[in-house]
């Protein structure tokens, strides 16, 4: 039997474009992530990685406003601690509630299904922040041991506001589990101030680290109704009593950390810089530096003629804006000219705004007034070359 030939491909070296992320995540690392990642590997039970958990750990709550045990980062990515969350604190048969405002709801619930939870949608207009008396109205009618909710729904690029939501949750005796991938670290956010019971975010949106490593964070609440399910968490890659005992959330209680699975040692590190750089700034300064690159982008669009899909400024996200397609202009066109001609990404809608709409995120690194003035340039040149063509082939 003869060994086939190794594929041609693997001969050519590796190339890879520099190119300015400012779609809807990632977002570009800052150059002391990149210097992080090129550190030495190391295992995932050495004394160094465990120390730098400890970091990511104390970050983590600083970036959640929490002072919850159970705070930690899955080997996975954002979709996952979607999974994670929802798998944890409900058994099969459980209800969860779900807004459905855009994509991310319509995602929690289909994963919610695959496992037998029960689920109830609370349906909202795309765009548009509910009011609490509606949802107290529809946690009342539907009685769910837990309630998901999209801080950030990206794919409207809506910013939903969450205080109130834990206190309506807790009469009910629900459980609030929130999305904020595309807002932690660019919008206030306070775990505990407003009862969140769990919640999770993306390492490589605001804060500006690599995918494939996602904080979460649970409740004392959330942590108490884990630990008394009746049935096992249904993957044990995302069991929360494991993984609490392998990043010591639970301190002695179960003993030394086990081995439950080999942690990435560069992502840690990459995480790791990522929440230092952070905390360096300061959760306010970064709250304030996204929304004025957001008003600065805002303004500059709204002079020159662009509509929103989100109609209320007070409720578009800090990091990704939906900007309505110019009549005559299509994403696809639009998306390509930005990428050839300035090496810019920029991204088309997604669910409820496919085809109505292009996003461009300005967050992390890229949440500065040149990276404002360098989208405009793109996005003005390339209406006007799609325009133009679309003109001439008539």
Same mark, same amino acid.
């Given at each position: ?284 300064? /970064? ?5 004025? *690159?957001? =008003?600065?982008?805002?303004? &500059?669009? $709204? %002079?020159?003629? @662009? ?14 804006? /939906? ?5 005559? *202009?299509? =994403?696809?066109?639009?998306? &390509?000219? $930005? %990428?050839?001609? @300035? ?21 992390? *690194?890229? =949440? ?27």
């Amino acid at each position: 039997m003869s060994v086939t030939n190794a594929p041609k491909e693997l001969f050519k070296p590796l190339q890879l474009p520099l190119r300015i992320l400012t779609g809807p995540g990632p977002s570009n690392c800052s150059q002391r992530v990149l210097d992080a990642l090129k550190q030495q590997v190391l295992g995932h039970l050495h004394p160094e990685i465990l120390q730098l958990m400890d970091d990511i750990k104390a970050g983590l709550r600083y970036a959640f406003q929490t002072v919850n045990r159970l705070t930690l980062a899955v080997s996975a990515s954002a979709h996952v601690a979607m999974e994670a969350a929802i798998g944890n604190v409900l058994e099969r048969d459980e209800k969860l509630l779900v807004v459905k405002a855009g994509l991310w709801g319509e995602r929690a619930a289909d994963m919610a299904q695959r496992i037998g939870i029960h689920v109830d949608f609370f349906h909202v207009e795309p765009g548009v922040a509910f009011k609490l008396e509606d949802f107290e109205e529809a946690v009342k009618r539907h009685r769910p041991a837990a309630v998901f909710v999209a801080h950030s729904e990206s794919s409207t690029c809506l910013v939903q506001p969450v205080e109130g939501l834990g206190e309506i949750c807790h009469k009910y005796d629900a459980l609030l589990i929130v999305d904020t991938v595309a807002s932690l670290g660019a919008e206030p956010f306070f775990a505990d101030a407003w009862g969140v019971d769990v919640v999770y975010t993306g390492s490589q949106k605001v804060l500006g680290a690599p995918p494939g490593i996602t904080p979460m964070s649970f409740s004392p609440l959330a942590e108490k109704k884990i630990r008394s399910r009746k049935t096992p968490v249904h993957s044990f890659n995302w069991d929360m009593t494991w993984l609490g005992r392998y990043w010591n959330c639970f301190e002695a209680e179960n003993g030394p950390r086990p081995y439950h699975h080999t942690i990435s040692a560069t992502l840690v590190y990459g995480l790791r810089e990522a929440l230092a750089l952070l905390a360096e700034e300061g959760l306010e300064a /970064s709250w304030a530096r996204h929304h004025a *690159v957001k =008003a600065k982008f805002h303004e &500059a669009l $709204a %002079k020159r003629g @662009y509509g929103f899909y989100v109609e209320q400024p007070r409720h578009r996200l800090a990091t990704v804006s /939906s900007i309505l397609l110019p009549a005559g *202009v299509d =994403a696809p066109s639009l998306i &390509a000219f $930005a %990428k050839d001609r @300035y090496n810019v990404e920029i991204s088309g809608g997604l669910g409820p705004t496919a085809g109505k709409v292009v996003r461009i995120g300005l967050m992390g *690194v890229n =949440a500065t007034p040149g990276h404002v003035d360098l989208v405009l340039r793109a996005l003005e040149e390339g209406v006007k070359h799609v325009k133009d063509r679309t003109i001439s082939s008539a």
